[in-house]
Every structure is written in structure tokens, then in C-alpha cells.
């Protein structure tokens, strides 16, 4: 047994690195209501140290992350010391900045209505000493930092007009310079977390990512890194703590662990690696739908067809297009043209196209944008489930809350959603969580046609499973599924067949043998020299 | 974790929790309390049922004004037009009814009209123009304003048909004239609508994620629409019962009433179903303002005192409800 500073005088675990932590945390515990989010978590995070924090859907990463912030007060009996230094709990509004901790949350946490410029230089607009604001310095300041992440959004664009991926890298930016200022101030290590950051990142942008931890960590400041891509996690952490219902379950230095082990750790069983099921060669399945020069947004006239109970996936770099498939075949987004042709001879022209005749058709479309665009966080889980169909139990002139109560609690068992209390709101529940209730809202109807964005964002990897046996049993069953995503593992795992697209078209097809994880990520990159350009381009496309 | 989940699934119905239970009835208890302390040191004159069924009648126009107020609340805009609807459909009735001898039924059916009117011409801007509904319907009842001081000659309009008259204050039932009953059914169909259809879900969800309800198909716009319409008829009817309370048109003191109105939709927000804009809460916070400022005023104390009493209620309610919460978001705004 090393004997390790710990300025909380507890016995650190073996193994544990020998310099002050940055971050000592003890008996950290969290209830709500009733429920116990977090019993009793001690861990250390050394200074330079990337730190994996694991743990399935609602193990209470989050809630820890959040009880840092400030933002949740914890149970009593929890000790925290920050670079030595004692720390009462609960942290008050405005800790974090003081002791060098920048976040990004699990939603962000950026201010949709206000621009670019003010949520990026937030910390420094609100507390500035000098009581005057320069513009054009603060704009200059902006400017530089997005420039350092290779970034060109307009400092003056509001955040809610932006896309997923770009809000992702804004908090990301966000949480680096507020780090970077903090550690010269102080001149101590500060501390970034960042609580899966990476769903919506492209390939591209979780090596950019990747590349920024790196650089922190190398000045001294240590990183806290979320996510329930385990390669990920085996890629840039140091050490592992894995949390379980709240609990410690185990702590696991990255370089002499294995992905198997992780992922048991994690689940408390061992579970088969997320293998690509040897893909045969390619059934051809009977159209269900052909889509004829589909065009809006990024996306360039497309044709494609998707077959009837086939999973096809649609991926490619950020910004060539593919992800705005599944809206503007929905008719979420304006459509610059074309026009969908069903099996059964309906022939529907995609600008009459709404999301309520799209419903009408059979089909159904999980967007990826969880809070936005999919679910109500202050409404019961209830509610969300059966929002599409809330007719369905309106008889005899009453609204049926308790056979609605009573579906909900069947799929959410169904779907594995913990806790499953249908009357609790959306936003108690755990981001994967909340994504399991979502999915359950769509499968649940049965549409001829799934059109999925990002559909496993969030979800721990037992979950994942699952979610994909249930497509694939959906798709044996006859329904159609079109995926769009940016997880090459995830397309793997559950297409017959993936489309690459690069500047707003179709520039490769995947199917067979080399529909593999590696195949995907390859042909995303062959798909820049196909096109002839290094960065992703503007979304100036003629059609 | 097993365990926690078999406790959250047996404590189910979330209002059995005791906590929750008392802050859905508390308004109601501090309104008993209310009417005890004024029974108490007024035992003869605060005491008789005649002076509630005054109070019960004569603020009949300022509930459906608080239920005009949380429909389009509910749906996400704010609707502060319906004080001056009042007016203008009170004004509307003595100008018609008194100086161009139309009769009453039809004149009526027109001041319902001008109230969906006014919510169509809101819709209008707040919809199709995407201005926030604040402005418009702040530049709506200066306008409407104006347009009912040109219309009476800015003077009281008495004579009105002594049809209205009786219909409203007339007839008694259990001794509380029938005003009280017109604003009780408005309760009884919102509150129906609101809980037991599924437009009440729609306009619920159109309220707090637009962009989610429109990907679940629901027509928002329209959804929206209706609900300022639903918003400008019902501020009408408090017109019309306003009108036979009074007996004539009174072009100024309807805009009293918005405020009040306003304080009992945001206090009616913290009682019966917490967290929502909820009719059978709303018409609980008019009653339970209207008490406190009716024994207030028997009690002789000076005027600014009631309105001392109606902010300061106000803002101690959702305080109060805010901190049972804890740090958790509030649900409303
Ligand atoms: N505001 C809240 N009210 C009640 N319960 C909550 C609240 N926030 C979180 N919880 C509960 O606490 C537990 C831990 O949630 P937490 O968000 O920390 O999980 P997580 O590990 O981040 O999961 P995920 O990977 O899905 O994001 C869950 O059971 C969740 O339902
Ligand atoms: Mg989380």
C-alpha cells in the first residue's frame, strides 16, 4: 500500500498516482425523492490524468458531475478537497470558476436565444472587474479561440440556429478557454469534465477533441471524461472509476485493462463484444420506398431507395448532407424538391409533405436532438410516450390516464427505462434513459418506415443491444428503418447496407463483407479525396 | 437499484406523496384560514352568506378572465388583451343594446364575435408575423382602448336591457346569483378540456416544446390560434357578465381587472395541479384574492392596502410553491 497524500486522510486506492490530486472527492452521495442516485463515491483524479468516468444509463455520472457544478447539493457526510484544498459542500454558485472547474454537461448547457459570442465568452461578459464591455475585443477573443478548434461559425449567429454538432464543439471550445484562463490565473491545475461530449461529433471532430485533451493534460490540468463508447474511452483515458447504481464499482488503469473487461465492469456481467454479425451478402429486399431527388439544406438532388424490412444506414463527414435525411423525408425541414414513391402506388411530392401527413403514412422519426425537438423535459414520462397517440385512449368522451399509465409502465419495462415511473417527469430521468423512452414512443406505433437520427446517443452499452435487437426483430417483422448516424460501430452493427455521402451526395455504397466498422470509417475519409476538398465545405450547394 | 425501483413503482401516483398533497390543497387551506380570521373579527357582517354570494357574483367576471388568461398561457403566449376585450364587449353591448335599440340576444352573439375577433387579430400577428405575443397584444389593448373611449364618448353607458340584467344577477341559486354559475361552467369545460381530451395534452405540449410537438404531428399553428380565439371569446363573456352585474357599460374600470386576473392564473399555477396553469386553480386564487380584499375593505382599511395584498399574495404563493420544489426548475414561464 503506497501512502498517498490524500488531503481528505482516506486510504487511497493501489496503484493510484502519487503527486497532490487535482480532485479528491469522498462518501459523496445523492438522494432524490426517495431514490438513491449516488451511495457513497470516493475517487481521485491526479493532476495530468484523463479520467474515465463509466457506468450504465443512471448509474448517477451525471449527478456527480452536476454535485461539482454546483448545481445539485448533496447528502450529507461527502468530503471534497481540490488541489489540497478542503472544499465545503455544497459548492456554492460560482466554486467551479474560482477553483479552476469547467464543465461541459451532458445537455451542454448553452443558452439557445443568445449568440455565439456571449454564450463562448460567458464567464468572462458576467464577471468582468472593469464594468465595460469592448466589443471588438471580446469578438477578437472569440474568434481566436474557435480559430484554435479550427472553427468558423459566425460569433453574431444565435446558438439555437446552429446544428447539434456545432453546439457540441461551442460548449466544447467553451469549457477549454475557461480552463485556459483559469490555470493562468491561479497558476494551480484546473479540471475540465466533460459529460458525453462525443455523440455528436463526426470521426473528425472527436480526434480534434481528443487532440485538445491532450494538450490540457500535458500543462498539468487533468479531464474527466464521460462516454459509453468504449474505444473512445480506451483511446484517451489514463485511468477508469466505473460507477454502478450509484456505487463504486471499480477503478481500472486504461493500459493494463482490456475492452472486455470495461464493458463487464460496467454492465456486472460479461456480456458478448459488440461484434459485427458477419453480414452475408446482400439480400436484395423488395422496395418500400423510392425517394427521387430529394433536396434541401446541405443535401444536393438524391435518389435512393430503401427496401421493405431493411436497416439501411446513411453517414458521412460533418456537414456532406446525410443528416438531414430523415427530416426532409419526414417533411420536418423544407424541401428544395423530390418526391416519395411508396410500394403500394402512393405517390407523395415532398414540399405537400408535413410531419403530420408523414404520420398519416406510417412513418415515424426520432430526431436527434433529445430536448429540442423530442422530447418535453417537464412533462411526465407518461405524457411523452403516447404523444402521437393520445386519440387512441380518448373514449367515451374521457382522456383513459390510468390505461395510459399502465402502457407506459409496460414499455418502459419493455424498453428497460429505470425508474420506471410513467408519472415522473422526462427530466428526472438519465439521459439514456430519456432516450429509451423516446425510442419506445416510436416503436411502440409500429411505423412502416423508422427514420432514425443518432437513435443510441446516450445509451450505455448493455442498452444498446437491446435497442438493436429490437430494430432488427422490428426489421424481420417488415419494418423499413433508415439511420442516420455518425457512429460507424453503431451503422455496422445494425445495417444491411450503408450509404456514404460526401457534398450533399451519395458518393459510396456499402454492403456485404465490407460492411464493417473499419469499411464505414474508411470510405467517410476516401469519400474527401473522392470530392476533392480537405475541410468540410460550406453547405453551398447548387442543385 | 432493485430497490429503488420497486419504491418508486408502489409510490406511484405521485399525489399520494404527502409533501405533494399539502402544497395542492395549501392555497385552499390559506383561504379557509383567510375567511376564519375575518370571520372572527367580523362574525356579523363578514360572516353571512350574503356577503359571499355578493363576492362570489360580483368577481364572476374576473374568473372567466383568469381562464380567458391560462388558455393561451398554456399554449405558450401571453395574452394581455383580454382586460380591454372586457371593456370593449361590455361598451359594445350599451352602445348597441341602448343607443341603437338591437335587440339584446343578437346584440350578444356580437360581442361574443368581437372578442374572436380581437383573439383572431392577435393570432394574426403573434402567428403568421411571428411577433411575440407580449407586444401584440400590449399594442392591441391600447387599441381597443382608444376604440371604446371614441365609441361610448368616453362616458357610462346605463339602460341596458333588463333581460341581461336578470339573467345575471336576477336569479339565485342556493342564494348566490346566477353570475357565479356561468363562470363555475366555464371551470367545469376547461377543466374537462384540459384534462380529459386530448386537445388539452396538444395545447400542453404546444406550450412547452413547439418544435417537439410539431415533429409529433400536431398542427401547432393551429393549435395556437385556437387557443387565442377560445382566449378572446372568453374575456368577451366576462364582458357580458360584467354588463349585467353593472347593469350598464363602463368604458374604463374593465382594465382593473388584468392585473388581478393575471396574479390569480400565475397563483392558480401553484395549488390544485402544481406546475400547470389549471382552471379549478385559477378560479381558487381569484375567490381566495377577492375574500382577502372584500374583508380588507369591510374591515375599513385604506385602498392601497388591497393592492399591497394582491402582489404581495402573489408573490408569497410562488415563492412559497418555488421553495417545496427545492432547486428544481420551475415548470412555468
Ligand atoms: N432531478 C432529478 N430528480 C429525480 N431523480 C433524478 C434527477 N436527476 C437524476 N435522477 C436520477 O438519478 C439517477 C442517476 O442519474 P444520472 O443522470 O446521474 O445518470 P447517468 O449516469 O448520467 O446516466 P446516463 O448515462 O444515462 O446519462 C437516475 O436514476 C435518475 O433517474
Ligand atoms: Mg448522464
Known amino acids: 500500500m503506497s501512502d498517498v497524500p490524500s488531503a481528505i486522510g482516506r486510504v487511497a486506492e493501489p496503484g493510484a498516482p502519487r503527486a497532490l490530486p487535482v480532485l479528491d472527492v469522498a462518501d459523496i452521495a445523492k438522494t432524490f425523492g426517495g431514490a438513491k442516485a449516488l451511495r457513497g463515491v470516493s475517487f481521485s483524479v491526479a493532476p495530468g490524468e484523463v479520467h474515465g468516468l463509466l457506468g450504465k444509463n443512471g448509474s448517477g455520472k451525471s449527478t456527480l458531475v452536476k454535485i461539482l457544478a454546483g448545481f445539485h447539493a448533496p447528502d450529507h457526510g461527502g468530503r471534497l478537497a481540490f488541489n489540497g484544498e478542503m472544499v465545503d459542500l455544497p459548492l456554492k454558485p460560482g466554486d467551479f470558476r474560482r477553483l479552476g472547474m469547467s464543465f461541459v454537461h451532458q445537455n451542454l448547457g448553452l443558452v439557445p436565444s443568445l449568440t455565439v459570442l456571449e454564450n463562448l465568452r460567458f464567464a468572462h461578459l458576467t464577471t468582468a472587474r472593469s464594468g465595460y464591455i469592448d466589443w471588438r475585443a471580446e469578438r477578437a477573443a472569440a474568434r481566436e479561440a474557435l480559430g484554435r478548434f479550427g472553427l468558423s461559425i459566425d460569433t453574431a449567429e444565435r446558438v439555437d440556429r446552429l446544428s447539434p454538432v456545432e453546439r457540441a464543439l461551442l460548449a466544447i471550445v467553451r469549457a477549454f478557454e475557461e480552463i485556459r484562463v483559469a490555470c493562468a490565473a491561479t497558476g494551480k491545475p484546473g479540471l475540465v469534465l466533460l459529460d458525453e461530449p462525443t455523440p455528436f461529433l463526426p470521426r473528425e471532430g472527436v480526434e480534434k477533441l481528443f487532440g485538445l485533451i491532450r494538450s490540457i493534460a500535458a500543462t498539468g490540468s487533468s479531464v474527466i471524461f464521460i462516454s459509453h463508447d468504449i474505444d473512445e474511452v480506451m483511446t484517451i483515458t489514463d485511468r477508469i472509476t466505473v460507477l454502478r447504481d450509484g456505487a463504486l464499482a471499480g477503478a481500472l488503469e486504461t493500459a493494463k485493462a482490456t475492452h472486455e473487461e470495461v464493458v463487464e465492469m460496467i454492465v456486472g456481467r460479461r456480456i458478448a463484444r459488440l461484434g459485427t454479425p458477419g453480414h452475408q451478402a446482400a439480400v436484395a429486399k423488395p422496395a418500400f420506398l423510392r425517394v427521387s431527388g430529394v433536396a434541401g439544406g446541405a443535401l444536393a438532388a438524391t435518389d435512393l431507395v430503401v427496401g421493405k424490412g431493411e436497416i439501411l444506414g446513411v453517414t458521412g463527414l460533418i456537414g456532406s448532407g446525410y443528416e438531414e435525411l430523415p427530416y426532409l423525408i419526414f417533411g420536418a425541414r423544407p424541401c428544395r424538391a423530390g418526391a416519395l414513391d411508396f410500394v403500394d402506388g402512393a405517390h407523395v411530392p415532398l414540399a405537400a409533405m408535413s410531419p403530420k401527413r408523414a404520420l398519416d403514412l406510417g412513418l415515424a422519426l426520432l430526431p436527434g436532438d433529445r430536448q429540442g425537438a423530442s422530447g418535453v423535459d417537464s412533462l411526465p414520462i407518461v405524457d411523452n410516450m403516447f404523444l402521437p397517440d393520445v386519440d387512441r385512449f380518448f373514449r367515451f368522451g374521457l382522456l383513459n390516464r390510468r390505461a395510459m399509465v399502465r402502457e407506459a409502465f409496460a414499455l418502459g419495462t419493455r424498453y428497460e427505462v429505470r425508474p420506471n415511473d410513467p408519472a415522473m417527469k422526462l427530466s428526472a430521468l438519465s439521459g439514456g434513459n430519456a432516450q429509451k423512452v423516446l425510442i419506445a414512443r416510436w416503436m411502440n406505433r409500429n411505423p412502416r418506415l423508422l427514420l432514425l437520427d443518432e437513435p443510441t446517443q446516450g445509451v450505455d452499452v448493455g442498452t444498446r443491444v437491446q435497442i438493436f435487437a429490437a430494430l432488427r426483430a422490428a426489421a424481420a417483422a417488415g419494418m423499413s428503418v433508415l439511420c442516420a448516424s455518425s457512429d460507424a460501430e453503431q451503422l455496422a452493427e445494425i445495417c444491411d447496407r450503408v450509404l456514404i455521402f460526401a457534398r450533399g451526395r451519395v458518393c459510396a455504397e456499402i454492403t456485404g463483407p465490407d460492411l464493417t466498422k473499419d469499411g464505414i470509417a474508411e470510405a467517410c475519409y476516401a469519400s474527401i479525396d473522392l470530392t476533392g476538398r480537405t475541410a468540410p465545405a460550406a453547405p453551398a450547394l447548387a442543385s | ?333
Open chain 2, 1 to 333: 437499484m432493485t430497490e429503488t425501483v420497486s419504491t418508486m413503482t408502489q409510490a406511484r401516483p405521485a399525489g399520494l406523496h404527502l409533501g405533494r398533497l399539502f402544497e395542492r390543497i395549501a392555497l385552499l387551506v390559506v383561504w379557509v384560514g383567510l375567511i376564519a380570521i375575518f370571520g372572527a373579527l367580523m362574525p356579523q357582517s363578514f360572516l353571512n352568506w350574503g356577503n359571499f354570494s355578493i363576492i362570489f357574483a360580483s368577481y364572476a367576471p374576473a374568473a372567466l378572465l383568469a381562464l380567458a388568461i391560462i388558455v393561451p398561457l398554456t399554449a405558450g403566449d401571453y395574452d394581455l388583451s383580454v382586460g380591454a376585450t372586457l371593456t370593449l364587449s361590455s361598451a359594445l353591448i350599451g352602445v348597441l343594446n341602448v343607443w341603437h335599440h338591437l335587440p339584446i340576444g343578437l346584440v350578444l352573439v356580437l360581442a361574443l364575435a368581437a372578442g374572436a375577433v380581437v383573439g383572431a387579430v392577435n393570432a394574426l400577428f403573434i402567428i403568421f408575423f411571428r411577433i411575440p405575443s407580449l407586444v401584440v397584444t400590449l399594442g392591441t389593448t391600447s387599441l381597443m382602448t382608444g376604440i371604446v373611449q371614441w365609441m361610448t364618448n368616453s362616458s357610462t353607458i346605463g339602460g341596458i336591457d333588463n333581460a341581461l340584467v336578470m339573467a345575471v344577477v336576477g336569479g339565485r341559486l342556493f342564494g348566490v346569483p346566477y353570475a357565479f354559475y356561468y363562470a363555475a361552467a366555464a371551470v367545469v369545460v376547461l377543466g374537462y378540456v384540459f384534462d380529459y381530451t386530448p386537445l388539452g395534452r396538444r395545447l400542453l405540449f404546444v406550450g412547452r416544446g413547439r418544435e417537439v410537438a410539431r415533429l409529433n404531428g400536431i398542427a401547432v399553428d393551429r393549435v395556437r390560434f385556437g387557443a387565442l380565439i377560445a382566449s378572446g371569446v372568453l374575456a368577451a363573456a366576462a364582458g357580458i357578465v360584467y354588463a349585467g352585474v353593472l347593469g350598464s357599460a363602463d368604458p374604463y374600470s374593465g382594465l382593473n381587472f388584468l392585473l388581478p386576473a393575471f396574479a390569480a392564473a400565475f397563483l392558480g399555477a401553484t395549488t390544485i395541479l402544481p406546475g400547470r396553469f389549471n382552471p379549478w386553480g385559477a378560479v381558487v386564487a381569484v375567490y381566495f384574492l377577492a375574500t382577502g380584499i372584500t374583508g380588507l375593505t369591510m374591515l375599513g382599511i385604506p385602498l392601497w392596502v388591497t393592492n399591497v395584498f394582491n402582489g404581495g399574495a402573489l408573490i408569497l404563493a410562488v415563492t412559497i410553491s418555488q421553495l417545496t420544489r427545492g432547486r428544481e426548475a420551475s415548470d412555468i414561464g
